[in-house]
């Protein structure tokens, strides 16, 4: 095979397809690629629309790696040293990877919705593959989309959150957290339930001295809106409403109820369970200015 350097050197990261559950247990834990049986390379990173454009390539089945290349003088070695054929090409082992086409076919299959983890099991993103274009080499160009997780929930004033409260609110916003950060998009909505309810429970007991940390969300609301508290809090009320009815949806019985109309949960519907917990931060007043 023949080849050339490129300088400056693109950023290429360890890539795992998040397709179905199973596949949370094949992230990698080594940085490196020298095992890596699929890897993104990125074109361009925006980060303020935390939107990034890049390829991926693949490692065969069954093929030996390294392989066997012939590449003109690398432009950022000026000392490259080996054995030259007749044209000035360096011999080199490399690992080789080829173009991991046809993706766009599983994104339209996820229904535009198929999750790419870039990274480590230890430090990771999730992207979503927001669309993939064919470019004039016949490559794959994938547009991918940072899912909204940490950078959504706001940051507690510990100093207006109860003092008895702080332990179990935080724990809970750290459980959720880690879901943003490692699980499916079913995982994140059903994570936000008990969070809504930990969040309003406690600012309940904080307001109303009514002490309902064992209630269901569903009778929690109910206690808030009969109470003086729950007063012209529609919109505290109706967030927490709304939270669980997207838990409920990841009930078998609930499919089976409801049918086509229980769809499955989606990485928009995650994004939109964490931004009502943010809202339900701010409507309980926990939260800095």
């Known amino acids: 095979m023949y080849g050339h350097g490129v300088w400056p050197t693109p950023v290429v990261l360890r890539a795992t397809i998040v397709a ?3 596949d949370w247990g094949k992230l990698p834990t080594s940085m490196h690629i020298d095992d890596a ?11 303020v629309t935390g939107l990034r454009r890049g390829r991926l390539y693949q490692w065969h089945d069954g093929q030996t790696q390294p392989s066997t290349w012939y590449v003109h003088q690398h432009p950022a070695v000026f000392e490259d040293v080996g054995h030259r054929d007749t044209a000035g090409r360096f011999r080199k082992e490399l690992l080789t990877y080829h173009d991991a086409n046809p993706f766009a076919g599983r994104v339209l299959a996820a229904n535009g919705e198929l999750v790419i983890a870039l990274g480590t ?5 999730l ?12 490559q794959e160009l994938l547009s991918i989309k940072a899912r909204s ?19 179990a609110v935080l724990a809970a916003l750290t459980k959720l957290r880690v879901a943003a950060y490692r699980e499916q998009a079913s995982s994140v ?6 969070t809504a309810q930990v969040i309003l429970s406690h600012w309940f007991d904080a307001v109303a001295g009514i002490n309902a940390r064992a209630d269901d969300l569903g009778d929690l609301i109910k206690k808030i809106e009969k109470n003086d508290v729950g007063k012209d809090r ?3 009320l109706n967030t927490g409403r709304t939270l669980g009815l ?44």
């Open 20 to 22: 179905v559950e199973e």
């Open 37 to 47: 049986k699929l890897v993104f390379r990125e074109d361009m990173f925006d980060p």
């Open 121 to 125: 099991s230890d430090a990771l993103s």
């Open 127 to 138: 992207w979503t593959v927001v669309q993939v274009e064919r470019i004039a080499s016949g």
């Open 149 to 167: 997780n940490l950078g959504v929930l706001p940051e507690l004033d510990f100093v207006k959150v109860p003092a008895a409260s702080k332990e």
């Open 189 to 194: 909505v059903e994570q936000c339930r008990p």
């Open 234 to 236: 529609q919109i505290l």
């Open 246 to 289: 997207f838990h409920n949806r990841n009930k078998p019985n609930v499919k089976e109820k409801f049918g086509e109309l229980a769809r499955d949960i989606k990485e928009s519907d995650a994004a939109f369970a964490l931004q009502a917990i943010a809202l339900l931060l701010h409507e309980v007043g926990w939260t800095k200015a």
